[in-house]
């Protein structure tokens, strides 16, 4: 990207599944493999921008070109099967409503909702209203989901949330009202972090997400002593920071922020180095930076994408170099087209390792690999003997229980696991310190209650669908 274009001030030009002949690029495709596209853009979400076409992917070395994993359907997405029966509707150019119900189908084969995200996180009023578009599922830490902010510049292919996007969730977690969580907020003097997550709140223009951050910079509110943003933006759309009409207007906001004695950190999610070496996207860094933003760096590890030591040893360097802080690796959710982005656990801590090994204390405040289960943030964070048995060390780095924090235990080792649910307890033990708790959290349908004695009750809207992982 050259100066020149950043004086430009790009417009953002959004591609979809109905723009897929106009993207010259793809001309280079088979018109097999372009069927292969429509058939699978079909069932999974897909948007793209023209910034990461031209600027990203580098269309010499498609399909194993990482940016162009991470944003175009790929056929291993879809199951063979499902992949064939789609690929037949796409070449009969059967009525929409056909291919939607086909579509449809597969789509909730594909666990839409992973790691009880719908029941087991949403905060309620005390008269029992949910309060949806909030989750509140760390002590610290409430999310919240702008209804303005529930897409993206681009979608990545491995979302987590893509059932939102392909319409099985209608928009559930989205919040329109800027007041509610101020006052959520006010009866919760134990949560110090806000998170305004997505989709992607940096999507909004910035007098809305004023709307939302401005009441929460009150000072009845000074136990909020951080707010943070979590967006793709600074990798698929930099101009957001740089040249857009209203990118001054939200380094100003990112300003009061700080200017309220508050932290603000953008939680970055950059999943490749390559992201950020276009000069806009190096800019958008040092502007946030400047503006007294802390930028955290966050992304799954992801098979076809940065599955390996290298990618992640450039990404942090990088990442330090601009001032930015990297955060945590997740590992890939058990969701959606997991199986073809899936990287076992014990690869995922190998890759970790040295990647970690390879780059200086600075960049070693990344943690990883974390999976966002149902007890918690679990982090891997070794691989050892003990006694004669081989084992995962794992780690609480957060807990649906605060007194779980920080604590060690241990996993059999299993070559193959992916996820938490694939992994037993070490030494012949019959099962894992939180797994009684979590069992009657199920059954009895118990929800967070922050800031109470038990900080758990019992669920007074007993909605019948608890999806659990
Ligand atoms: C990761 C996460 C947070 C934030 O955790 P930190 O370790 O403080 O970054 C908060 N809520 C949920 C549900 C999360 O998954």
């Known amino acids: 990207m050259t ?93 929409k409503a056909e291919l939607e119900a086909a579509a449809r189908q597969i789509q909730l084969g594909m666990n839409p909702h992973p790691a009880g995200q719908m029941e087991l996180n949403v905060p309620h009023l005390d008269d029992g209203t949910p309060l949806q578009g909030m989750q509140h599922k760390y002590r610290e830490t409430t999310l ?22 392909v319409g099985i969730d209608e928009l559930k977690f989205a919040n329109n009202q800027a007041t509610g969580l101020a006052d959520y907020l006010r009866n919760h ?86 992201e950020l070496e276009p000069d806009a996207a190096q800019l958008a860094v040092r502007r946030m930076t400047s503006a007294g933003a802390v930028v955290r760096c ?34 890939e959710r058990d969701t959606g087209p997991k199986g073809y982005f899936e990287v076992p656990l014990a690869r995922a801590f190998e890759i970790f390792t040295d990647a970690y090994r390879s780059v200086s204390g600075l960049a070693r405040t990344v943690r990883g690999p974390s999976m966002s289960a149902t007890p918690g943030k679990v982090l891997v964070d070794g691989i050892t003997d003990v006694r004669g048995e081989k084992v995962f060390v794992l780690k609480m780095l957060q807990g649906r229980d605060p007194e779980w924090v920080n604590q060690i235990f241990f996993a059999k080792y299993d070559p193959k696991a992916t996820w938490l649910d694939d992994l037993q307890p070490a030494f012949g033990e019959s099962e894992f310190f939180f797994d009684t708790t979590i069992a009657k959290m199920k059954q009895e349908h118990l929800l967070p209650e922050w800031g109470t004695e038990t900080h758990i009750k019992k669920s007074v809207t007993d909605s019948g669908f608890v999806d659990w992982e």
């Open 189 to 274: 003097k134990e949560v110090n972090s806000v998170l305004f997550t997505g989709g992607d709140p940096m999507v909004m223009k910035t007098s809305v997400l004023r709307r939302y951050i401005e009441p929460l910079l009150a000072p009845d509110l000074d136990h909020v002593n951080s707010i943070r943003i979590g967006t793709k933006a600074p990798a698929y759309w930099p101009f957001r920071f740089t040249s857009d009409a209203d990118a001054d207007d939200l380094l100003r906001l990112f300003e009061e922020v700080r200017a309220s004695g508050r932290h603000l950190a953008v939680m970055a999610h950059y999943s490749h180095p390559h």
């Open 3 to 95: 100066t020149s274009a950043i004086a430009q001030a790009p417009r953002l030009e959004i591609l979809l599944r109905k723009d897929l002949d106009t993207i010259p690029q793809l001309q280079k495709l088979s018109a097999d493999q372009r069927i292969d596209m429509r058939a699978v853009s079909a069932v999974l979400p897909f948007r793209v921008n023209r910034y990461v076409v031209d600027e990203l992917i580098d269309w010499d070395r498609i399909p194993d070109d990482p940016i162009y994993q991470l944003t175009f359907p790929q056929p291993g997405m879809l199951a063979d099967a499902d992949l064939a029966h789609m690929r037949d509707l796409v070449v009969r150019n059967v009525p």
């Open 298 to 331: 966050q992304a799954p590890l992801i098979r076809h994408v940065n599955d390996s030591a290298d990618a992640w040893r450039r990404l942090w360097r990088r990442q330090v170099l601009l001032g930015a802080v990297p955060y945590y690796m997740f590992v």
């Open 144 to 165: 919240f989901f702008p209804g303005s902010g529930q897409t993206c510049h681009t979608y990545c292919t491995y979302c987590f949330r893509w059932a939102q996007f």
